[in-house]
Each structure stands twice: as structure tokens, then as C-alpha cells.
């Protein structure tokens, strides 16, 4: 637990290839993907699936996060500003005249990643994902395959969260005492709550109880139940998080009340909580 003042300037460029800009942020979705496609590759192997079939179900995953991704960020919280840069949502870039991406192919706009990510667009975009490949892929059911690829997910987002923190974004409001980091890259001098730390650190939890689940008890036999604890526990941990978080816009000024993230968190709650209780019914 910290319990002292940490001043936090990162670098956040980790390689610089000629015109490319490589962010940490874009490392840790590397590894998070990469992890994830061993530890699905292991999973299958354990339950006697073939092998062939994890490749194209991680590239149905990776397309459904970072379409879901992208399109939360779009319509959840940034609407406002991506109606009028329309262009910014398909593409990594940003409106800048001073810069110049490509040698001047897209000129006034400078290449800056997509970093504009919303963890609940990336839920849906999976989920839509499964389906499309449930669809094309015909073997066992989609609450099977749901099951097993949210054991990976879970540790993804906490890689996921790390790049935020490398990035100073989605911080936590500001403590108020000598606890907390100052994140000196957004100019501030006061501490802030790491949100991103103790969401990353949750997700940490949260796959170790998946991965132990999985491989220690027959819970995963219930069609549903790891996948529905995965929605719940997840959003839970999303939904205690926003209380320490700086707000991140979005409809939450005309509700009122609770956050952005929270209102969209309520949702996956809920169904999480009814797959679980469905699972154990049709068990019995």
C-alpha cells in the first residue's frame, strides 16, 4: 500500500522508428494480446479443442476490442468533440496544423495512436465479436467460449490500465494529502489517486480467482457461471474505482448522480449476476 507522495513524468514513447511513434500504451495492449492468445492456447489444449481454432478466435477478439473500444470512446463519452472530426475515428491521428503525417500524405494531422479506448465499447465489441464467430466456427456453445476467453481479458485490462498510467490519462482526483502520485506530465503539482493502479490491481485479483476457478474446480462446467462472474466482479471493481476517479464526461452531467462509467457498468452487473444464477438452475 502507498503511503507517500510519488511525482510521475514518464516517457511515454517507448521506441521512435523514423515517422512511427511506438507509445507504452500500445506495448501493454502487445503483451495484453499476446499473453492472451497463449493463455487461450493452453486453455484449449486442456480441454482437448483444437488448436486452430484460437487463431481466428483471437483475431475476432482483437478487431471486436478495438472496434468496441473505439466506438465507446466515440458515442459514450466523446461525441461532442469526434461529430466534428469525423475522420479521427477511423484513423490514429489527430488535427494538428504544425504537423505533417505519412510525408505529407495526410498533411495537418499528426499520428497519435488510438488512444481514446472505453473498456465498456471493448465488452460489447468482444461479445458482438463471439457471436460473428460462434457463427462461422460451429463448436460447443458461445457461453463456452465466453467462459474461457474472459480468464485472459481479465489480465489484459490490468496491462491495459498500466498504459494509462504511463500515459497520465483516466486519472484519480486529487487526495488532498501526501498520499497519491503527481502526475508532473499533465503540469500538476498536488497527488492524485492512481485510479488506474487500483483498477490494474483489481483485474489482477480478478484473473488470479478466474484462473484458479478454471483450473481447480468444476465451476467451469456450468455453462455461463465464470463468464458472469467475470461481468460482475469486473464492473463491480469498475464501479467502486469511478468514486476515487476524475470524470471522464459523457452523459453523467444529465443523469447526475453516479458517473459515466458507473451507469454503464450497472448493466453488465446485472446480467453478470443472471448468468451465474441461469448456469447453476440448468446445472441442476
Excluded at 105 to 127: E, M, P
Aim: with cysteine; glycine share 8%; charged share 15%.
Amino acid at each position: 500500500m502507498m503511503i507517500f507522495k510519488i511525482d510521475w513524468a514518464p516517457n511515454e514513447v517507448f521506441l521512435n522508428l523514423g515517422p512511427l511513434t511506438i507509445y507504452w500504451y500500445s506495448v501493454m495492449f502487445i503483451i495484453a494480446f499476446s499473453l492472451g492468445y497463449y493463455i487461450v492456447q493452453k486453455i484449449y489444449i486442456n480441454d482437448n479443442k483444437s488448436v486452430s481454432l484460437v487463431e481466428p478466435l483471437f483475431i475476432y477478439v482483437v478487431f471486436g476490442t478495438l472496434i468496441g473500444a473505439r466506438l465507446g470512446e466515440v458515442f459514450f463519452y466523446n461525441w461532442d468533440y469526434f461529430q466534428n472530426h469525423l475522420i479521427e475515428i477511423i484513423l490514429p491521428i489527430k488535427k494538428d496544423i504544425n504537423s505533417s503525417m505519412l510525408f505529407g500524405f495526410i498533411d495537418g494531422y499528426k499520428f497519435v495512436g488510438y488512444r481514446g479506448l472505453a473498456s465498456h465499447g471493448a465488452t460489447i465489441g468482444i461479445i458482438t465479436a463471439m457471436f460473428i464467430y460462434k457463427y462461422k466456427f460451429k463448436y460447443d456453445s458461445v457461453l463456452w467460449i465466453f467462459d474461457r476467453i474472459v480468464i485472459p481479458i481479465s489480465i489484459g485490462g490490468m496491462f491495459v490500465r498500466i498504459g494509462n498510467f504511463f500515459n497520465s490519462e483516466i486519472v484519480g482526483n486529487y487526495t488532498n494529502s501526501n498520499f497519491g502520485v503527481v502526475f508532473q506530465n499533465r503540469g500538476e503539482i498536488f497527488p492524485r489517486h492512481p485510479a488506474q493502479l487500483y483498477e490494474a490491481f483489481g483485474y489482477l485479483l480478478l484473473f488470479i480467482l478466474l484462473w484458479n476457478i478454471y483450473w481447480k474446480t468444476d465451476l467451469k462446467k456450468y455453462k455461463g457461471f465464470t463468464f458472469g462472474l467475470f461481468l460482475t466482479c469486473l464492473f463491480s471493481i469498475r464501479v467502486l474505482v469511478e468514486n476515487v476517479k476524475e470524470s471522464q464526461g459523457g452523459f453523467e452531467e444529465t443523469l447526475g448522480i453516479l458517473s459515466t462509467g458507473q451507469w454503464l457498468s450497472i448493466p453488465f452487473i446485472i446480467i453478470g449476476i443472471c448468468l451465474m444464477l441461469y448456469s447453476k438452475r440448468k446445472s441442476n
